[in-house]
């Protein structure tokens, strides 16, 4: 790999760039976070089923949201072209698949019941999940417009808009979680499917204040054509997009199945102590995200000028700062993981053993932390230059191939128990990091051509 321009772009142009999307993805993850966390007390059914049901949720959205994520690759190339005007094309096409995700996420509501009835979850923990994602599900076309119009901001280098949007956003889900979890302000006490209908209001109202900001073009200075909406253009987002998404959609659907079919197994206090992780790991996670995303502007941008090679160099930089800050991550998980994992907690013994599993899950995840970091900063680079085909393959083969026939023979078979399964998560994330470097390094997303203005621009 070559080390690249030395006009690529510094640290310090990174890291301004990426604060913002920190500051944004981090509030989105802390409303998972606290809607675990306020639903603690009613016990860990509770927890249980709201953590389980953001994630599976999430696992549905996962797919669009992917899917229009891909207009900050267009935006960002349009943008280093010098037709910033032309990006808003895009949105628009990523606001068609949000309406149809609405549509259809609502016939999604009729399968979960069914669905959740052939699993291994107790009777009180599946009708709670069941009520908690039918609830959030009909929030699925904000969700993934707030993605559609975020990129199409983030891809033209306003970072800063979304993300007070999304503080915003976070401050209102922790008030109605208040409102409606313990039945506040003369609301009706709903425990677990008061968190679902305070994320789900929450998701709404975050989409309407950002399409009006859309609609009034605030927060953009748009130059060059702006063009007409065109069906071969909403035809080429999708063909870069959807292997995008299919990417993300398949690799979910796979921890999902190990979740829902592997660690469900192993019982509820097991379930409760992983899904907490996750959520703490969610928020100490997003500012890797936020880096990664940032990386991938600026090589979209990068791309769009035809400096091809400043590209390696702002991989490197990326990589390193988010290699470096979940280092950090872990010696704060090694430092204190059960005062970490006492924010779950609730007055029974279940929860003591919740706490005492969840504490040794938590030191085995910095480990999955590194590598996730490595994984998403050359991930988003090679999304950026539009080498999704090749990275959905990638990772549905080792997710797929690896990962979940692993994950079974090792807790269903060899019964290696909680700390076992995570370490099988541990080897994906390894194994994945290290064909995504061999794939970036072979340099095959030079001669990708994304917006379709011809090789080498």
């Known amino acids: 790999m070559s080390t690249g321009s030395t006009n690529a772009a510094s640290y310090g142009v990174l890291l301004r760039l990426a604060w913002p999307i920190v500051l944004s993805r981090a509030s989105q993850a802390v409303i998972g976070f606290t809607d675990a966390v306020m639903i603690a007390p009613l016990g860990e059914d509770a927890v249980a089923a709201t953590t ?12 669009p949201m992917g899917i229009v994520f891909i207009v ?45 009835g052939m699993l291994g979850y107790t009777d009180t923990v599946r009708d709670l999940l069941t009520e908690y994602m039918v609830i959030r599900l009909l929030s699925a076309g904000a969700v993934v417009g707030i993605e559609a119009i975020g990129s199409w901001y983030g891809g033209l280098g306003n970072t800063r808009l979304p993300m007070l949007v999304s503080f915003g956003a976070m401050v209102m889900n922790i008030a109605l979680n208040w409102v409606f979890i313990y039945g506040n302000l003369g609301a009706p006490q709903l425990g677990v499917a ?42 080429r987002m999708l063909r870069f997009g959807l292997p995008n998404g299919l990417n993300w959609f398949l690799e979910f659907a796979a921890f ?17 102590a992983l899904m907490a992780v996750i959520q703490v790991n969610s928020i100490a996670f997003m500012p890797a995200f936020g880096l990664a ?4 502007i600026l090589v979209g941008t990068a791309i769009g000028r035809g400096a091809h090679d400043e590209v390696p160099t702002i991989v490197r930089r990326t990589g390193t700062v988010a290699a470096g800050w979940q280092g950090f991550v872990g010696i704060v998980y090694a430092s204190m993981p059960a005062a970490v994992m006492g924010m779950f907690a609730s007055d029974t013994v279940s929860s003591d053993a919740l706490v005492a599993l969840g504490t040794s899950m938590l030191l085995v995840s910095t480990a999955w932390q590194l590598f996730d970091a490595l994984a998403i900063t050359l991930s988003e680079a090679l999304r950026a230059a539009g080498d999704t085909a090749w990275c959905m393959w990638a990772r549905v083969a080792l997710a ?23 370490a099988t998560f541990v080897v994906y994330l390894a194994a994945l990091a290290g064909l995504l ?21």
Do not use: C
């Open 293 to 296: 995303s940032a990386g991938a």
């Open 437 to 457: 470097w061999w794939r970036f390094g072979g340099g095959a997303w030079r001669k990708i051509d994304l917006t379709g203005r011809g090789p080498g621009h």
């Open 400 to 422: 797929w191939v690896l990962f979940v026939p692993l994950a079974a023979w090792a807790v269903l078979v060899v019964d290696v128990g909680a700390l076992g399964a995570i």
């Open 52 to 63: 389980t049901g953001a994630s599976n949720t999430l696992n549905l959205f996962i797919l």
């Open 72 to 116: 900050q690759s267009f935006a960002s190339q349009l943008a280093g072209s010098g037709e910033a005007a032309g990006a808003r094309r895009y949105a628009w096409y990523g606001l068609a698949i949000a309406a149809a995700t609405a549509v259809l996420s609502g016939f999604a509501t009729l399968g979960v019941a069914p669905t959740l």
């Open 256 to 272: 999902t199945f190990f979740i829902n079919a592997v660690v469900s197994t192993l019982g509820t206090t097991a379930v409760a």
């Open 194 to 235: 008061g968190a679902a209908l305070a994320s789900a209001l929450t998701s709404w109202l975050a989409f309407a204040i950002l399409a009006l900001m859309f609609a009034r073009r605030v927060g953009v200075a748009e130059t060059g054509p702006r063009g007409r909406l065109r069906l071969d253009e909403l035809v």
